[in-house]
């Protein structure tokens, strides 16, 4: 069973750009979740997705936005960067959040995004 | 605004000791993760507690849950060059939906010393 996968691994972008990252979650996963990993912030919640609706999000600026596909594929997309948007992004799919349940949240390799 | 704290920060241990990772929680959760992270790589999953006083072992790592607390542990035995990472505890708040919003603990960076 194919694990998440992340496009691109590696990106570098200039100030001011902007960028889509993509994540396809685990075959039958409808659930995906992003986060970001900064040296100085550590892990935070960006957004989650469950069929192409947001249901949770975390404490970013409007720059940072995402969808989500009808087959569960999900992207974000952060505009007009900034020096400190320079992080590792991860994504997690679970199979399907249901209130009081427990869904286990499985990662994927993450993109490194460059901000110069 | 649930906070988590793990402590310490950083930790250097030599080979064969003994030792603990503490995580603190500010909010009343049942649903407690720990992660291992390896230099420049994803998260993996060590441990998922979903009640209080859960107790999970694997391998040399034995990590447990006291809901009253808000507090869990992540033990070492006899640690081994092969433990050297960065350690994450993870809470989430039950919501409508599940767990899909985990809020992390800073991390802490293990080092074994040969």
């Known amino acids: 069973k194919a694990g998440v996968t992340q496009t691109p691994r590696y990106l570098i972008k200039t100030r001011g750009q902007q960028v889509t990252l993509s994540c396809s979650p685990i075959?039958?996963?409808?659930?995906v979740s992003w986060y970001q990993q900064t040296p100085g912030q550590g892990l935070q919640f960006l957004f989650e997705?469950?069929?192409?609706?947001?249901?949770n999000k975390g404490n970013f600026p409007g720059r940072f936005s995402g969808r989500q596909f009808s087959n569960s594929r999900s992207e974000m997309n952060v505009s007009t960067l900034e020096l400190g948007d320079s992080a590792l992004y991860l994504c997690?799919?679970?199979?399907?959040?249901?209130?009081?349940?427990?869904?286990?949240?499985?990662f994927g390799p993450g993109t490194r995004l460059t901000v110069l | 605004e649930l906070k988590v704290e793990q402590n310490p920060l950083f930790l250097s241990m030599q080979e064969g000791k003994n030792y603990t990772i503490y995580c603190n929680y500010s909010t009343t959760s049942d649903r407690l993760y720990w992660y291992r992270q390896d230099p420049g790589k994803s998260l993996e999953s060590l441990f998922v507690l979903l009640s209080n006083g859960a107790v999970k072992q694997e391998g040399r790592l034995m990590a447990s849950l006291d809901t009253k607390a808000r507090l869990s542990t992540l033990h070492i035995t006899a640690a081994v060059h092969d433990l050297s990472a960065t350690y994450f505890c993870?809470?989430?708040?039950?919501?409508?939906?599940?767990?899909?919003?985990?809020?992390f603990g800073t991390g802490t960076r293990l080092t074994i010393i040969p």
């Open positions: 993870a809470v989430d708040i039950a919501s409508n939906f599940g767990n899909e919003k985990l809020t």
């Open positions: 075959s039958g996963h409808r659930s």
């Open positions: 997705y469950f069929s192409e609706t947001q249901r």
């Open positions: 997690a799919s679970s199979f399907m959040g249901s209130r009081g349940v427990y869904n286990e949240q499985f």
